[in-house]
């Protein structure tokens, strides 16, 4: 009996034991996950400590105007500032792979700020280099980060000036390069949401260099000017003199992202002809001036563009230079609705100034000349020409409503195409002539559509809760470009934020199209709208396509 009790107390104390250890063992992980913990702290405390003397230092040796230094990004070399108080100059050097992609790497030399900001310098690069695309920029950016959002004039090594930005942390760096190659005297500008890069021309004046873009950061933010070598290698330098930093408080604004303050102040609109690379979204400057111009058109020959100003469509070169303006007879008030025929012998126009100045649309050769008309009744607005040469489409208002017709260029009777409620615009043929793609508000709002060239089997294209505009297909079939308006936009207006965004067509099933998954993605964030791309403006390789942006600028900016 004595050994059975035995027994039995062992088996009873074996769990209690086991059940003790086991709290031994989870009170020693608590006192070691405490330890760490501890010593993390302690760590932590010690790398703030760290931080703080380091900000000091910068601030200590704070660089003329500027509050701080240093390398953003990974470098091979540190990089360096020297200022000299005496001649108010400060001499970069930095390294670094590049500023492009989705990080960068480089000096720079900042202050923090916030508001609408003006920065300006002079800039000349020191000794020569056998890399062309070092860098010297004048730079406002959201943080320290390597990939950061940012947007900056830069210079490089063989003169291209542009306006660099990444609008969004993690992005991919776009830019808008400018016409004019080697400034002496930079200029970068934020106005709200709104950058712009002004270069000085030989009499010392700042011209408005870029097309705009727009980039939403969170104040306060970094200004300031920096350094890349291009190569991972090798140290550069460069001299900024005349440096100024003019921050200021935002102007009210008709909205937080408006390119123009909502002020009496008077201001100057400026129009920018821009190309943009499908494949990059890089853009590049080729026409400036400061009054408004609309809607370009690429000539079949691949080298020059059309637009019109001031009722007249002038031609340039796609590289710039100096537009020409084209004869068109007694039609002297063109609008914006004009395009140019499938064999590039002819442009049709649209133009007010005969009978009460409704439009009419007209055919006239390509060289200039007397124009032909072809509609009879107005208001008739061309968009589209059939690949055949033998048929435009075009706007017309008839009895109040706004609906597509189609007519034989060689003129004659017009014929109706669409029916539906509501606003129907902007139609153009497919280079296989099998569609009409156009944009319809028949749904509640602007939104793309196509059709058969008859009028039949109309199709939604997009199902976006903005609007959409102005849709135009890529010479061989494989994109869509179109406007995109805020949904709180009625109407196609000048002056407002809109995207140009592209469609893929490639993918869309022919046979049983689904463009619900079509892939859209965002081209281009701009000021503009009505004259941005009314009308065809691809080019003859659907490489690219031509646009026009709009800036509004008042007097202190200029």
Known sequence: MKQERFVQSLHWKEPRWKKLAQWAAALAEILAVAG???????????????????????????????????DVGTVLHAGAVDYDAAKQTYTIAGSGENMW??????????????????????????????QEHRKAVLMVRQSLDADSAYADAALHGNGLTSLQYRDEKGAATHEIQAN???????????????????????????????????????????????VCSHDTNVVEKAVFSNVSVDARPEAPRASSDSAAANTSAPTTLYSTLEVISVDSTDRRVVYIAPERFEAPNWMPDGKHLLFNRNGRIEKIPVTGGTPQVLDTGFATRCNNDHLISPD?????????????????????????GAPRRITQKSPSYLHGWSPDGKTLAFVGERNGDFDIYAIPAAGGEETRLTTAKGLDDGPEYTRDGQYIYFNSERTGHMQIWRMKPDGNEQEQVTFGEDNDWFPHISSDGQWMVFLTYDKS???HPENKNVSLRLMSLKDVNSTAPNFKNAKITVLAKLFGGQGTINVPSWSPDSKQLAFVSYHLVTKESM
């Open 36 to 70: 760490i913990l501890a010593m993390a702290f302690t760590a932590g405390n010690y790398i703030a400590a760290q931080r703080a003397a380091l900000q000091a230092a910068n601030f200590a040796n704070a660089p003329g105007i500027f509050e701080g230094h240093g």
């Open 101 to 130: 992609s989705t990080k960068d790497a480089f000096q720079f030399t900042w202050k923090k700020v916030s508001g609408d900001i003006t920065l300006t310098a002079d800039i000349s690069f020191l000794g020569k280099s056998a």
């Open 180 to 226: 004019v190659s080697a400034p002496k005297r930079l200029r970068l500008v934020k106005r709200g949401a709104y950058f712009s890069m002004w270069l000085s021309d030989e009499n010392g004046k700042f011209q408005l260099s870029s097309g705009s873009t727009r980039i939403t950061l969170q104040e306060p933010f970094y200004v300031g000017i920096g």
């Open 344 to 368: 590039g012998t002819q442009f049709g126009i649209s133009d007010n100034s005969q009978e009460d100045h409704k439009s009419f649309v007209y055919i006239v050769p390509i060289a200039g």
């Open 489 to 491: 936009v009625t109407g």
